[in-house]
C-alpha cells in the first residue's frame, strides 16, 4: 500500500515562494513512477514535474526554471520547491507514486493519472 500525504501548500503573493512535502510509505529510492500534479478549478489535472527511470524529472513548460523537484531517499520524501510564483499557479497540488511501474517520465504520466495511490492535495494560492 503507497499512501502518499502532501504539506506545504498556503497563500503566497506574486513572485514568492513555497516549498511542498510528500511522504510516501515506501522507499522512494527506487525509480519508478512518481511526481506532482496540480489541479485548477474548471481545468484538468497536469503534470508538473514527474520522475521516471531518469534521475532527472520531466517539467511542465509553464513552471520550467521555477519548480524544482528533488527527492530525500533516506525519509522518503519527495519535495516541490516553488519560485517565482504566479496567479496561474493557483491549484490544488498532489503527489502520486506508482512502485509498480518503471518508465521514461512521459509514460509515468498517463499511468500516475490511472493509478490509486494520490495524495488528498494540497492547496496552493498565488495572488497579489
Known amino acids: 500500500q503507497v499512501q502518499p500525504v502532501e504539506s506545504g501548500g498556503g497563500s503566497v503573493q506574486i513572485g514568492g515562494s513555497l516549498r511542498l512535502s510528500c511522504a510516501i510509505s515506501?522507499?522512494?529510492?527506487?525509480?519508478?513512477?512518481m511526481g506532482w500534479f496540480r489541479q485548477a478549478p474548471g481545468k484538468e489535472r497536469e503534470a508538473v514535474a514527474v520522475f521516471g527511470l531518469s534521475a532527472s524529472a520531466s517539467y511542465l513548460d509553464s513552471v520550467k526554471g521555477r519548480f524544482f523537484v528533488s527527492k530525500d531517499n533516506a525519509k522518503n520524501i519527495l519535495y516541490l520547491q516553488m519560485n517565482s510564483l504566479k496567479p496561474e499557479d493557483t491549484a490544488t497540488y498532489y503527489c502520486a507514486a506508482d512502485p509498480a511501474f518503471y518508465a521514461a517520465a512521459i509514460e509515468c504520466v498517463g499511468r500516475l493519472l490511472k493509478s490509486a495511490y494520490w495524495g488528498q492535495g494540497t492547496q496552493v494560492t498565488v495572488s497579489s
Open positions: 515506501r522507499n522512494i529510492g527506487g525509480s519508478y513512477c
